[in-house]
């Protein structure tokens, strides 16, 4: 510890409350009053002061940057901070109420199985997202899409890969080229009026692509169903024996 003091010039009860904290990786006993630190333990404390001086983060905010992204450079959390309020807690925990409510009108496996496509972190503590897709799925499940109609959790898998692919290719075609171009107040304005825009958007494409589709297979069943019946028609008479 005292090395750690000397090396990154931070009080002892500082890194002691950072390692509380989650921030820092605890150290390995050697004997009651030493303690071998990891590889790069200085280095992550100066990560975090240069984002509580410079970013002014909270260390709750800068654990989440870490459980998200990692260590990233100080550049590229100001690039996200330009995204809008990215670094904020975004998805506080939702309540056992709501989790109560939500769950008795799930299926018995639906948690388990959202969880298996990391839908959901944890079923016993959601965040409010989470809660929020638990409703969506207790709101379809009560609309009619259940096992014995051949709806399972795992179709939802097709919409978990479709956005991430969607949100690859938006930071590729939209986001990076607009981080060279905009000063960090202008892309905070863009994000928070055009991310609801783009929510729209896609909610629409989606829709009228979907009825799309389904006009063709309904128009192709009903064709198929008329020469079925045609054929049927046509078929000869057997005769009846005298």
Known sequence: MRDLVRLSGTPAPTIHFYTQQ?????PRKTASNQALYRAGTVERILWIRSLQAELHLPLRTIRWVLNRWGQLPLDE???LQALGSLLEEPDPAASADE???VRERLGPHDLAALQALELIADPDH???SEVRVLELVAAMRAAGFTEQ???NIDNLALYRDAVERLVQDEAVRIIEPALGRHRPETLRDLIRVGLPLANELFVLLHQRALQRDITRALEGRSATDEVAMTDQQEQPVPAIPA
Do not use: Q
């Open 77 to 79: 959390i100001r690039s």
């Open 149 to 151: 109609a051949g709806f």
């Open 126 to 128: 959601p965040t409010s």
């Open 22 to 26: 989650g921030l820092l990786p605890r």
């Open 99 to 101: 989790l109560a409510r």
